[in-house]
């Protein structure tokens, strides 16, 4: 691959300011996040956000109220316990 060696160690220290990987020297790169954690907190705030807000809008243009919704999801809950 054609690709400048600078460019790789800008996303790798990108990546592990992300908290998605770890470089340990003499040893070597890893990953350390799981897929839920590899999103920096205000991104996966601001992606929770717009799925709630789809979320929102599908269930109120199905006819279901919020409290639909909730009953819905704690009896999911239960039934995953």
């Keep these: 691959m054609s690709i400048n060696a600078n460019t790789v160690a800008r996303v790798y220290a990108e990546l592990e300011r992300a908290g998605i990987l770890e470089t340990r020297r003499g040893v070597g790169t890893f ?12 991104q996966h705030e601001r992606r929770l956000r717009s799925f709630i807000t789809r979320l929102l809008a599908d269930a109120s243009a199905a006819g279901f109220t919020l409290d639909d919704l909730l009953e819905a999801l704690q009896a999911h809950r239960k039934e995953d316990e």
């Design 31 to 42: 990953i350390i996040a799981t897929p839920a954690k590899a999103h920096p907190p205000k």
